[in-house]
């Protein structure tokens, strides 16, 4: 009894040591797994044209679910409103100038840094599906279906790894039935960053189907400024040619049965003796089905219209409600389709450690100063939607007033992912924002710069500026040297231009000498 007694002691005390052996060793720290990214950019989608911004013609309840679980930025911007080169600063985290890609005209160069590249480097499964629209092809990936060039609304192709095959369906659909596919492909093993690229709701804004008889039923009001007159702007406003009123019966209106000229359109000279053939082959792409569909929903209205013979502000309203119907029945097929990607996160149990970024690769005027399109400095072209979601660090519902630029998409990613910035970034990390906290000496002012004149559409002059929280200065080169001063708290439509206005002097001087210093910071020499 007593040797059972010495036992049972000994074992307690060699259990005690045990634990306190335990206890004095340092625990290792857990650290949580890389949180997976999926970067969403549609094509001309304006903040005007989402709920979570207040819109007051549609609504975007997936868009919105976004912006509820996550950070809305309010002062967002793009720092050259035009496609290509938008993307290459996203990818970059460098101005145009820097990384190369200027316009439309120009080839990515794909050797430089991107943030997929170093992103598959510290161990990410990377992929882009959709909308490329950069000429190269994409690397830092380790796999890619892109569209060729712009892409079709229907029966498009897809580049898949440099293979091209053809499908028969809509965009929005088929790119979302990519993305998800590639998503269960890569599993969960290893941390992912997707790029998922719409191409709507860029021109030609065809609708799917299910959408042609979206907004029918209503008259969507017109913007306040659709009749402008530019009468205090300088002449690049009065010179450009995006106005609804140009755009084409035949490639933008759909009525391919108009007989001749296109009597109602001005637009791109070049352009007009191939937007009929454009919107035939267009058409003709379409399977019987499809073709029955767009005839039911289109024809009689079509019909109604050239029996009219509308001329004047009657035509430019009718073509403004063809047109914006066109645009916002794309943003519902968007929109359902990130519901459809958001779905799938919570079913598989991603949502939580998945990063979820909303944008556009520009603004989009969609009938304010009479206009279609982008590129001028001016709210609409200049603002970009952003919604960033992320539940292990971001309050639901938050709103974020800094301002911020594509420019900083390329640091964020690389923040979260954990991997080091290149100093060569000229953009900054947005993460600090993202939990709620300023950082110090944050940007007061963004610079912007547009390059694509005379060789682009829409006579939009070479001009670069820069943007407060209360005024802008924009100063257009080239064939044309003129500055534009706005007010943008007591004129937020732009329409008072008050440049060398005496009451407006220190202001000017400031925002001229802030717009050196800018050029300088950035090295801007062109």
Known sequence: MHALIVFIFLCFLAISCTRTNWSNQAVPKIEPPRPNIIFIMTDDHT??????????????????RIAKGGV??????????????????????????????????????????????????????????????????????????????????????????????????YVTNLITDFALETLDEF???????????????????????????LY?????????????????????????????????????MKIHQAEGEEHYSGGNKVFKTRARQLWQSSYNSLTAEQQAAWDAAYEPKNQAFLEAKLSGQDLAKWKYQRYIKDYLRCVASVDENVGRLLDYLEEKGLAENTIVIYTSDQGFYLGEHGWYDKRFMYEESLGIPLLVRYPQEIKPGSTADEM???????????????????????????????????????R????????????????????????????????????????????????PHELNNVYNHPDYSQIQNDLENNLLALRAKYQDNN
Request: charged letters at 25%.
């Open 47 to 64: 903040k005007q044209a989402m709920s979570c911004y207040n819109s007051l013609i549609n609504e975007t309840p997936n868009l919105d």
């Open 72 to 169: 809305k930025f309010l002062n967002s911007f793009c720092t050259n409103s035009i496609c290509a080169p938008s993307r290459a600063v996203a990818l970059t985290g460098k101005f145009s100038h820097i990384n190369g890609l200027r316009d439309n005209r120009d080839t990515f160069d794909g050797s430089q840094i991107t943030f997929p590249k170093l992103l598959k480097d510290a161990g990410y499964r990377t992929a882009v599906i959709g909308k490329w629209h950069l000429k190269s092809e994409p690397t830092g990936f380790d796999t890619w279906r892109i569209l060729p060039g712009q892409g079709a609304y229907y029966n498009p192709s897809f580049i898949e790894n440099g293979d091209t095959t053809k499908y028969e369906g």
């Open 187 to 213: 599993g969960q093993d290893d941390p992912f960053c997707m790029l998922y690229f719409h191409k709507a709701p860029h021109r030609n804004w065809m609708p799917d189907t299910s959408h042609l008889a």
């Open 444 to 491: 007061e002012e963004i610079y912007y710069h547009y390059y694509e004149y005379p060789h682009g559409w829409h006579d939009v002059k070479k001009h670069y500026g820069i943007r407060t929280k209360t005024h802008k200065l924009i100063q257009f080169y080239g064939e044309i040297e003129t500055r534009e001063l706005f007010d943008l708290v007591r004129d």
């Open 216 to 252: 029918d039923s209503v008259d969507i009001p017109l913007p306040e400024t659709f009749f402008d007159d530019y009468k205090t702007r300088t002449q690049t406003a009065g010179e450009q040619d995006m106005e609804v009123m140009n755009l084409y019966n035949t490639f933008d």
């Open 404 to 442: 911020v630029m594509n420019l900083d998409f390329c640091p964020t990613i690389l923040d979260y992912a954990g991997v080091d910035i290149p100093e060569a970034v000229q953009g900054k990390s947005l993460r600090p924002i993202l939990k709620g906290e300023t950082p110090g000496q944050w």
